[in-house]
């Protein structure tokens, strides 16, 4: 049921009863005498009739409009600049929202209100010509509370996965059209060459051909296989071209590339955005070799709308055609009749459209700009909003709005999260973490924080800090994932050996575009992340460390005081995702999309350059299918436990213990490989002290399976005074199996001792 529709019916009032009535005679008089029915209405016009093409149809409108119209559809204003006058005077054919930018009441309902109102006003112009909505939901709609914010770009490039990613723009156009949102500036289709880019998380990654891949998947869901379907969106192709590519990483720089270098790194996702059909392309403000490319006919008219047969319309970014006369402060003839020459056929104003509709009016007069040049870009645009269905269906589908942040919506996003993760590195088997460990640590400013998980284009252009955007922190995920007691110390300070394993969340603050650019800086972790893992470290609890960061970072210091490590980049609001791979209910499966570099000095960093990286592109650990039997068992990397605690454990190489053992206590290792020999012999690491006695059941499958060995366990002379206990094993074991150590001790609860290792031997 719709908003409307649930709204009490209201009698007209007195007033209106006498407009109605006086309405109605007017029209009686108006019928032929002796009561015959009125003359047939005429009969729409071709650009009306669904049963055209769309191409027909555009034709059709376009050639009924007058200059002043056709400039109009190539007008695209901030929502804030637009005022009801404007639409209705036929001006402006596109609106579009900012990051930040929104309407008086930030709901999903505000939302369609604000774009109903907008469409109202420009089907009441001469013709009728429906506006376009559009905004940068670049990872889900971040300009809205609730909604569903699915990972950046470049975490989607870690799961190298179309068709997943297909599902995540499906679920951005669900929620985008129900609001009235019917063009969204995504994907970015750029290739990352240089980590220092402000809009490196923005880029699925550096190689062209995963690019490619995943931009076709992304324009797929968003677009659907009809665009035409009220769920679905004009998907916009960004930023054409090369901007990933700029000397230095910097945003709005230059690319001082060949053609050929252009053509085999930067040009390819744009064929394939192209090849899936995305409806619109949008312009970058760099430049190549120091041309802009909005006002590059080469780019822009000869390669894209020539060579790769693209059909949509090319829209300009933020303001940028200001720029191409030098002097960025206000929008010139020059500038105008530059890009629009060269092929640009959306501008972007973004306020001053009265402006800039007059000059585009005075050079097309003048001779300066073709008419044929201005009918092409209207007829591109037509085009469009006709396929997309908005003459038939322009309001926004207020059915659909429970749609948004939907439980359906967030478990797509939260697969999304999932698959994104990267294991760089993993030692002793810490992961995946034991879900019934008994006391977890979960340390760092990050780790209860949505906006730090969401980054830039949440909240805000620059993004936002804090839990204003509702979702999961990997901190509450943490909390509904382990069985036993958690606590969190944003720095750290709570560590102590009595904690089975500490997951310490760091990385990056938001930011977006050229305001993330990192020219010169070390690209490492704040002082305040490095101390709270010193602290951590310091206490001997093994660590997880997790980074939440739109790019790779210098943490090669860090990793030594890590046991395990993993790059879980811009999650958005789906927290659980993440871990759901640290506790294991999800194998990882992501792989790093660009070169992870030992330090910042050899940014740029890609593959096939002969530089050494730390982790090299396609690098991600897989949970072992088995640990060996052979190896030592560390007891405290135990998957499953009952009754125990562990400490810090003085014995070489020990590092933590599984302590106060007693009667009825277990753990439990899982998948260890016995080969197809059975061992003779379990050696067991013990410390117990002066008055303890008990016996180590080790037990095969779970705690109370068939007997492997019994250890019995007497006084080593205190409990930090370690000795090894080797006994032979009682019954043969071949093939992989859960290894259990089942305590049994006095029936008055007396502790029995504490475990350090085990190990087979043949």
């Known amino acids: 049921m719709s908003a409307t529709a ?66 109009g559809q190539m007008t695209m204003v901030e929502r804030r600049y637009v005022t009801a006058d404007a639409l209705a005077g036929g001006g402006i054919g596109f609106v579009f929202s900012g990051g930040g930018s929104l309407p008086p009441t930030n709901t999903p309902v505000g939302w369609a209100d604000m774009y109903d109102g907008f469409q109202r006003a420009a089907l009441g112009t001469r013709l009728g010509v429906p506006v376009v909505f559009a905004a940068d939901a670049v990872h889900g709609f971040g300009n809205l509370p609730g909604a569903t914010i699915v990972p950046h770009q470049i975490g989607l490039g870690a799961t190298g996965d179309p068709a997943l990613v297909r599902e995540v723009g499906d679920v951005v156009a669900r929620e985008l059209t129900s609001m009235g949102i019917v063009q969204n500036f995504s994907p970015v289709v750029a290739v990352v060459r240089n980590d220092r880019w402000g809009r490196t998380y923005e880029s699925f990654g550096e190689d062209p051909a995963a690019v490619s891949a995943l ?29 990933g590519g700029t000397t230095g990483g910097e945003d709005r720089g230059d690319a001082a590339l060949t053609d050929a270098q252009v053509r085999a790194l930067h040009l390819p996702p744009f064929r394939a955005a192209v090849d899936a059909g995305v409806a619109s392309v949008m312009v970058t403000y760099s430049s190549i070799r120091g041309e802009r490319v909005h006002g590059s006919r080469h780019w822009l008219t000869d390669v894209l709308k020539g060579e790769l047969g693209f059909r949509g319309f090319v829209v300009s970014d933020f303001g940028a055609v200001d720029y191409l006369d030098g002097n960025s402060r206000d929008t010139t003839a020059y500038d105008v009749r530059t890009a629009i020459n060269a092929g640009v056929d959306v501008v972007m104003v973004p306020e001053r459209w009265k402006h800039f509709r007059g000059l585009v009016v005075q050079e097309v007069q003048a001779g300066r700009i073709p008419l044929s040049r201005i009918d092409d870009a209207v007829r591109r645009v037509l085009t469009a909003k006709i396929a997309k269905g908005l003459v038939e269906s322009p309001f926004a589908d207020r059915a659909r709005l429970g749609e948004v942040g939907s439980a359906a919506h967030r478990a797509v996003a939260r697969r999304a999260v999932a698959a994104s993760v990267v294991v760089l590195k993993n030692e002793w088997g810490v992961l995946p973490l034991p879900q019934s460990a008994s006391r977890v640590l979960v340390a760092g400013d990050a780790a209860d924080d949505v906006g730090r998980q ?17 979702g999961t922190t990997v901190l509450e995920a943490v909390r509904a994932t382990a069985r036993g007691t958690v606590t969190y110390s944003p720095d750290g300070s709570a560590a102590d050996g009595s904690h089975q394993s500490a997951v310490v969340v760091v990385g990056e603050m938001p930011y977006a575009e050229y305001e993330g650019d990192d020219p010169t800086g070390d690209m490492r972790l704040s002082a305040r992340d490095r101390a709270t893992i010193d602290r951590v470290a310091a206490a001997g609890v093994p660590i997880t ?134 061992p003779r012999t379990v050696s067991v690491r013990v410390a117990s002290g002066a008055t303890a006695s008990g016996t180590l059941e080790v037990r095969r499958g779970t705690n109370r399976g068939p007997l492997l060995a019994r250890v019995p366990i007497t006084p080593t002379g205190g409990w930090q005074a370690w000795e090894t206990r080797t006994v032979p094993l009682s019954a043969a074991v071949t093939g992989v199996h859960r290894v259990y150590l089942q305590v049994v001790g006095p029936a008055s609860g007396a502790e029995v001792g504490n475990v350090g290792w085990l190990r087979f031997a043949r």
């Open 215 to 243: 931009s076709a998947g992304l324009v797929a869901g968003l677009q659907g296989t009809s665009v035409a379907a009220r769920d679905q969106v004009l998907a916009n192709a960004k930023h054409y071209l090369a901007d």
């Open 6 to 71: 649930r709204r009490p019916a209201r009698r007209p009032s007195r007033h209106r009863w006498r407009l109605l009535l006086a309405t109605a005679c007017v029209l009686a008089a108006a019928l032929p005498a002796g009561g015959a029915s009125a003359a047939p209405a005429a009969a729409p016009p071709p650009w009306r009739d669904p049963a055209l093409p769309a191409a027909t149809r555009a034709a059709d409108l376009l050639a009924r409009m007058s200059l002043e119209e056709k400039v």
């Open 454 to 470: 969401s980054g830039g284009w949440t909240l805000g252009w620059q993004g936002r800090t804090g839990n204003a955007m509702p």
């Open 545 to 678: 460390l997790v980074l939440l960061t739109g790019r790779p970072l210098d943490v090669n210091e860090e990793l030594h005081q890590v046991r395990a490590a993993v790059a879980a980049w811009l999650p958005g609001t789906e927290g659980a995702g993440v871990t759901d791979v640290l506790f294991g209910d999800v194998p990882p499966t992501g792989t790093l999309p660009v070169t992870w570099p030992y330090d910042a000095v050899q940014q740029p960093i890609n593959a096939g350059d002969g530089k050494n990286a730390l982790f090299p592109l396609g690098h991600g650990l897989r949970f072992p299918a088995s640990q060996s039997a052979y190896d030592t068992i560390g007891a405290s990397f135990y998957d499953d436990q009952r009754g125990t605690q562990v400490e810090t454990c003085t014995d070489t190489g020990c590092g933590q213990a599984v302590a106060h053992l007693a009667d009825g206590d277990f753990v439990g290792w899982f998948d260890v490989d016995f080969g197809d020999r059975s």
